[in-house]
T-cell receptor
């Protein structure tokens, strides 16, 4: 079946630095990918829709300048958390549209110290 | 706007019990619904994907049903085991889009 690989699975960074998270579709091409965020003890919330070759579409309340999304190829979307702060510590997960539906990556746990 | 609700929020059962987790959604114009498992501090594991044309999907001890007309899906776990302890999430796409809306999950604890 379709596989979405997300890297890294865990990352710890210092406050003020930027962190890049990669989401790859391994055996299919994905023109559309989605990025979600999960705060502790809460469910996943959609952050943005990533479209290959065009600008991402952000959900209301998500800062596009803080969460930079690049979808430069049909198999790779990246989410960069810029100038990360402790409140950005969260679980981030991507999903990609495949032939049957949507496949989710395993997620990235970001801790900003 | 799609809203997904899961009941109960938490459940604790002795090992061996059969149990049912409930998921309800407000917009029935969905093309599929997914159930996931999430272990503490870990990522999502996809359990079952039910297409809108299906009423049930089974995988091992898991059985998921979908009733679009009533806006409900259930996840049935047979002969529960301590290893089944996790949070179970259901997700349905928002109307007319491919954006998934997640429920708040059911935290399951199976006691040995």
């Amino acid at each position: 079946g379709a596989v979405v690989s997300q890297h890294p699975s865990r990352v710890i960074c210092k406050s003020g630095t930027s962190v890049k998270i990669e989401c790859r579709s391994l055996d299919f091409q994905a023109t559309t990918m989605f990025w979600y965020r999960q705060f502790p003890k809460q469910s996943l919330m959609l952050m943005a829709t990533s479209n290959e070759g065009s600008k991402a579409t952000y959900e209301q309340g998500v800062e596009k300048d803080k969460f930079l999304i690049n979808h430069a190829s049909l198999t790779l979307s990246t989410l960069t958390v810029t100038s990360a702060h402790p409140e950005d510590s969260s679980f981030y997960i991507c999903s990609a549209r495949d032939f049957y539906g949507y496949t989710f990556g395993s997620g990235t746990r970001l801790t900003v110290v | 706007k799609q809203e997904v609700t899961q009941i109960p929020a938490a459940l604790s059962v002795p090992e061996g019990e059969n149990l049912v987790l409930n998921c309800s959604f407000t917009d029935s114009a969905i093309y599929n619904l997914q159930w996931f498992r999430q272990d503490p501090g870990k990522g999502l594991t996809s359990l079952l994907l039910i297409q809108s044309s299906q009423r049930e999907q089974t995988s091992g001890r898991l059985n998921a049903s979908l009733d679009k007309s009533s806006g409900r899906s259930t996840l049935y776990i047979a002969a529960s085991q301590p290893g089944d302890s996790a949070t179970y999430l259901c997700a349905a796409p928002s109307s007319g889009t491919y954006k998934y809306i997640f429920g708040t999950g059911t935290r399951l604890k199976v006691l040995a």
